[in-house]
């Protein structure tokens, strides 16, 4: 074994879409921008892993149309290896991205590709996945792919259970840790057949996913940072204070900044603390492959005021 992190997951062109503010239902309104970026969360976490400094390998799946090689673009340039990506007769994994005058954004995501990511595909690249010492995980692919992978992963997993989906019960308390945001949380918890903690707090969350046996559990908090679950209970990691352009792509910035320091050896305090100043560093550009930062940039500080 390595300290190679193998992630498993959807590659998707994204049409970037800007707004004033974000349409009401049946309004129409006049944007800027159609320029066709990389994206998909698990090419997102990977491009963030390894522009840091990470061994990463992805596993994943393209189409055969003129949106594949934007697609892979920045994979490349970041020397993520694409020994796992198959080309198949579809068309690529497409993202409408729209993203307001306050940052804020709304996804269609359209599977293409990805949705060839079930267990006979993802099984095709076995010992790729068993070999890594992390494998990272979302919930953009199909659910046979996902529990084929999970099954597979003989180390540590990591699962960012985004968006939510029903998977095996064993298969996702496989997470160490499980990385969710507070409704993923909630959604997790229901999923499992467990009760949302009346109070909904964020921390109450957090131990009541605990209680279901994951090993580990961080549950990022927006512009607060991230709550993480450790031997002395749930520690609150604070985010650096940033003017935020585009929270595109924010939380697999932070996914990535976990596992790249996670393989690393880091401890799950300290690479937390890390993956909240990667995030918050994503927020201050545009786009979501694009605005990550690399191993030569400096991250904001959670001392900084911006």
């Known amino acids: 074994m390595t300290n190679k992190i193998v ?21 129409t309104l006049h944007g800027s921008g159609g320029n066709i970026a990389p994206g998909g969360k698990g090419a997102n976490q990977a491009v963030a892993a390894a522009a840091l400094g990470a061994d990463v ?12 090689q934007p697609a892979l673009e920045l994979l490349k340039k970041a020397n993520v290896s694409l020994a796992g990506v198959s080309e198949v007769e579809d068309v690529t994994g497409l993202a409408v991205v729209v993203v307001d005058d306050a940052g804020e954004n709304n996804i269609i995501v359209i599977g293409g590709a ?50 939510v989906v029903d998977v095996d019960r064993d298969l996702l308390l496989k997470a160490d840790p499980l990385i969710v945001n507070e409704h993923e949380g909630a959604l997790v918890l229901e999923q499992l057949g467990a ?5 909904s707090s964020p921390i109450d969350m ?18 607060q940072g991230a709550l993480v679950s450790c031997d002395d209970g749930v520690i609150s990691v604070p985010s650096p204070h940033v003017t935020a352009v585009d ?28 993956a909240t100043r990667v995030g918050a560093y994503a927020c201050t550009g545009h786009g979501a492959q694009t605005s990550y930062p690399t191993a030569a940039d400096e991250l904001p500080s959670v001392e900084e005021k911006q």
């Open 247 to 274: 929270t595109t792509g924010a939380g697999d910035a932070f996914v990535g900044g976990l596992s790249y320091r996670l393989a690393a050896g880091d401890s799950l305090i300290e690479a937390a603390r890390f």
């Open 206 to 223: 957090v131990d009541a996913l605990l209680a279901q046996g994951f090993a580990s559990v961080v549950m990022t908090v927006g512009s």
């Open 114 to 163: 990805n949705t060839t990511m079930t267990s006979e595909l993802v099984d095709s690249y076995s010992e790729l996945i068993s070999e890594a010492s992390i494998v990272v995980m979302q919930g953009e692919i199909p659910r046979s792919g996902f529990e084929a992978a999970a099954r597979l992963a003989r180390h540590r997993l990591i699962i960012n259970l985004a968006p």
């Open 57 to 68: 390998t992805m596993v994943g799946a393209v189409g055969t149309d003129s949106n594949a």
């Open 7 to 27: 992630v498993v997951g959807s590659i998707n062109a994204d049409l970037m879409v800007r707004v004033d503010r974000h349409p009401l239902p049946g309004e």
């Open 195 to 199: 009760s949302v903690p009346e109070s």
